[in-house]
C-alpha cells in the first residue's frame, strides 16, 4: 500500500503538469493569388502584381501555476484574382494588389491565477 504522503505527492505532481498540456497554439495562413493575363494584337501589354505577406507571432511566458488553460488560434486567409485582357493595338491592362496580416498574441501569467 503506498504512503499517503507519497500518492499526495504524486498527485501534487500531476497536477502541476497537467495545465501546461491543456495550452493549445494554432496557426494557420492561407494565401491563394491567380493571375490570368492576355495580348492579342501588336504593342498590348498586360501587368499582373501581386503581393501577400503574412507574420503571426504567439508568445507566452508562464511563470509559476495557471489552473485555467488557454487557446490561441491565429488563422489568416488572404486571396487574390486578377485577370487582364488587352485586344487590339497599343494596350496597357495592369492590375496591381497588396495584402498583408499581421497578428501577434501575448499571454503572461506570473503566479496562481483562477485556482478555485
Known amino acids: ?8 505527492g ?4 500531476g497536477l502541476m503538469v497537467a495545465p501546461g498540456a491543456a495550452l493549445a497554439d494554432v496557426q494557420n495562413s492561407q494565401q ?3 493571375q490570368n493575363g492576355a495580348a492579342v494584337g501588336v ?9 501577400q ?4 507571432d504567439i508568445t507566452k511566458i508562464k511563470n509559476g501555476a495557471s489552473c485555467h488553460g488557454s487557446y490561441n488560434a491565429q488563422i489568416s486567409g488572404q ?12 494596350n496597357t491592362v495592369v492590375n496591381q494588389a497588396s495584402q498583408g496580416a499581421l497578428q501577434n498574441a501575448t499571454e503572461i501569467a506570473n503566479g496562481i491565477h483562477n485556482c478555485y
Request: charged share 10%.
Open 1 to 8: 500500500m503506498l504512503k499517503k504522503s507519497f500518492a499526495f
Open 10 to 13: 504524486l498527485l501534487a505532481a
Open 32 to 34: 491563394n493569388a491567380t
Open 43 to 51: 504593342g498590348n501589354t498586360v501587368v499582373n502584381d501581386a503581393t
Open 53 to 56: 505577406t503574412n507574420i503571426q
Open 79 to 90: 486571396n487574390v484574382a486578377q485577370n487582364g485582357a488587352a485586344v487590339g493595338e497599343v
